[in-house]
């Protein structure tokens, strides 16, 4: 049926697979515009011309607004930041960040930011209590724009902010590749890798209490979300 009937004997044909025949025979109907207009054969060249020149824009197209432009800025220059990006919009489509970073040496932390200005940030750090802290971090926001991050250390932790300050806490042996998910009551939800016995964990917390579960014990880990 195409993309819409035009009649009995036409109907309507759309996408990048039908670019090719679509120019196809733009070209030979320039083609036979020359022909029997001029009495002449016309070249490639001048076919390939009144194609270009005679072409509309038709921004903004089937999409019905123009396609949007890309916006970039610095969120952070301090030491070797950015390591293990995480992003997440709050309700109001404002970008908030969690990585690592390396100030100096061997020594890592964890860093949250958030944007105050379509071109400033504000970062803080929220855990630099160990060597390798805020490796495989991943951020989420709650139902009321609270980032919650889970994040690897000495073992795989959860850090909140409440609105005042932040808090953080153990949630159980492991070592790579956090996800986290926070649901509508706020309780947060982590899967990680414990890269001593290669398993798949899921943790949730209810009640002030973790629970941990084994989703996967095939002796194989990789990239999770």
């Known amino acids: 049926t195409g993309w819409g009937v035009l009649n009995d004997d036409y109907l309507f044909m759309g996408g990048t697979s039908m670019a090719t025949p679509l120019?196809?025979?733009?070209?030979?109907?320039?083609?036979?515009?020359?022909?029997?207009?001029?009495?002449?054969?016309?070249?490639?060249?001048?076919?390939?011309?009144?194609?270009?020149?005679?072409?509309?824009?038709?921004t903004p197209g089937q999409y019905g607004s123009p396609m949007p432009s890309w916006h970039h800025g610095i969120v952070d220059t301090w030491g070797s930041a950015g390591q293990y990006s995480s992003l997440a919009l709050d309700s109001a489509g404002r970008p908030h960040l969690s990585y690592a970073y390396i100030p100096s040496g061997l020594a890592k932390g964890l860093v949250y930011a958030w944007p105050v200005s379509p071109s400033g940030w504000i970062t803080e750090v929220v855990d630099a209590s160990d060597i390798y802290i805020g490796d495989h971090n991943a951020l989420a926001l709650d139902n009321s724009d609270h980032p919650h991050i889970s994040y690897a250390g000495d073992d795989i932790k959860h850090a909140w902010h409440d609105g005042t300050r932040w808090y953080s806490e153990t949630v159980g042996a492991g070592d790579l590749f956090t996800s986290i998910a926070v649901d509508a009551t706020g309780n947060p939800?982590?899967?990680?890798?414990?890269?001593?016995?290669?398993?798949?964990?899921y943790a949730y917390k209810t009640g002030g209490t973790w629970s941990i579960n084994v989703v996967d014990e095939v002796g194989y880990w990789a990239y999770n979300a």
């Not at 030979?28 to 490639?44: H, N």
């Open 23 to 58: 120019v196809a025979g733009s070209v030979a109907l320039v083609r036979e515009f020359y022909t029997r207009t001029y009495d002449v054969e016309p070249s490639a060249a001048l076919v390939k011309a009144t194609l270009v020149n005679g072409a509309e824009d038709l």
């Open 189 to 201: 939800h982590i899967t990680y890798v414990n890269i001593s016995d290669d398993n798949l964990y």
